[in-house]
């Protein structure tokens, strides 16, 4: 039986070998300004509905962008 891994917000680049945290910046939070790379990389694109229609990682070391 596969375990899921105990920490789902950090995770590693498989382009560059980085590591970096997921970071979703919606419209009413404030930015958390502990990390180095304050960037959004967990992007969630909604429509106007109120659903999510597409999700994706990038990565903030390159240029890596991965649909999910």
């Known amino acids: 039986m ?4 105990e920490d789902l917000k950090n995770v590693v680049c ?4 980085k590591s970096f945290r ?3 910046n ?6 958390d300004t502990r990390f180095e790379y304050y960037q959004q990389t967990l992007k969630l ?3 106007p509905s109120g659903g999510i229609y597409g ?3 990038a990565c903030p070391h390159c240029d890596y ?3 999910l």
Not at 2 to 5: F, G, I, R, T, V
Not at 14 to 17: A, G, L, M, S, T
């Open 55 to 57: 999700v994706s990682i």
């Open 22 to 24: 997921l970071i979703w």
């Open 45 to 47: 694109r909604g429509c």
């Open 2 to 5: 596969n375990e899921a891994p």
């Open 26 to 31: 919606d419209y009413t939070s404030m930015p």
């Open 65 to 67: 962008e991965e649909e």
């Open 14 to 17: 498989p382009q560059c070998k």
